[in-house]
């Protein structure tokens, strides 16, 4: 069975790295920074200065599931 997870290269503060998201984050996180009007490196790079995780990937995951659970509100 094939991983629904994708490996990505981003560069996040001038330095080159890799988060594993599924589809579906990648897709909300794109959203989310359409929505904003910022570029996606922009919101990575707020999310990985914003982390308390020191898992970039995890920190992504939980920062779309953040802004949707607000919007739900």
């Not at 920074?33 to 995951?61: P, V």
């Amino acid at each position: 069975m094939k991983s629904p997870i994708k490996k990505r290269s981003v560069f996040v503060s001038g330095r080159k790295t890799s988060v594993s998201l599924e589809a579906e984050f990648s897709t909300a996180l794109k959203e989310i920074a359409k929505f904003r009007n910022i570029t996606l490196s922009a919101l990575i790079f707020e999310t990985d200065e914003a982390t308390q995780y020191g898992n970039l990937s995890s920190s992504l995951r939980l920062s779309a599931l953040a802004y949707y659970q607000d919007l739900a509100r």
